[in-house]
């Protein structure tokens, strides 16, 4: 018999782990807990999970400043739970490594969703997908080919570059700044208005209407999340 996922909830409010047990347990997940920063650099280093919940508001460390040592303790999706709903929380979160960002209160079908999108991405970056298809749209990664109902489409390189680390990320969002580093380099990183002239240009290519997109979508004043393969 296979052991169930492991998932760590770094929550300092019993009530909210509590929550989070009865939602996640019956999905075939084992939840560990840590109350404090402290406590969930030692439980991720000696519970091995596959997947870190971490809330902002802990005692001892703004959950802010534990992402990047968690991640380099044990670099497995994580997904922030915080009652923090402003853009620059989560812009940050996400440039510090955060993988996805859910905004308290929320509903048990979108956290289970957003942890299934994660876990499917994590499996993805282990083992490479050659060739992705969402809906009508292929991208053949290695040639770099891009076909939409059977017909090819022509991207320029910095177009494919940029098709192709959105749809590496499927269901994930990239901030401005994440995109603009991996496509055009550090010194780009403050360029939003040139990336949206580039994603302007892309789904006008990729998209049915560009003003209604399917695949590309934004994340106002995040940036932008490639839609989810499933």
């Not at 169930?4 to 929550?11: F, G, N, S, T």
């Not at 048990?108 to 876990?119: F, K, N, S």
């Not at 496509?183 to 240009?201: D, H, M, N, S």
């Amino acid at each position: 018999m296979t052991r169930p996922h492991r998932l760590l909830v770094v929550e300092d409010e019993v009530a909210i782990r509590r929550l989070l047990k009865t939602i996640i347990t019956p999905e075939g997940w084992e939840m560990v807990e840590a109350t404090n920063a402290a406590e969930a650099l030692n439980v991720a280093r000696q519970a091995l999970p596959e997947l870190i919940l971490l809330d902002l508001g802990l005692p001892d460390l703004d959950g802010l400043d534990l992402i990047p040592a968690l991640k380099r303790e044990r670099p497995v999706p994580l997904i922030v739970l915080s009652s923090r709903d402003r853009e620059q929380d989560k812009v940050l979160a996400l440039d510090l490594g955060a993988d996805d960002y859910v905004t308290k209160p929320f509903s048990a079908g979108e956290l289970m969703a957003r942890i299934r999108t994660a876990q499917r991405h994590a499996i993805q970056q282990v083992g490479g997908r050659p060739l992705l298809a969402v809906g009508n749209l292929e991208i053949d990664m290695v040639n770099r080919h891009v076909q939409k109902a059977g017909k090819r489409l022509h991207l320029s390189p910095t177009e494919f570059d940029l098709l192709r680390l959105l749809a590496q990320h499927a269901g994930r969002i990239l901030t401005h700044a994440q995109i603009l580093k991996e496509v055009w380099g550090p010194a780009k990183v403050e360029e939003v208005q040139y990336l949206r002239v580039y994603i302007r240009q892309l789904r006008q290519k990729i998209e049915d209407d560009p003003n209604a997109p399917v695949f590309v979508l934004t994340e106002p004043g995040i940036g932008y999340r490639f839609a989810d393969a499933g």
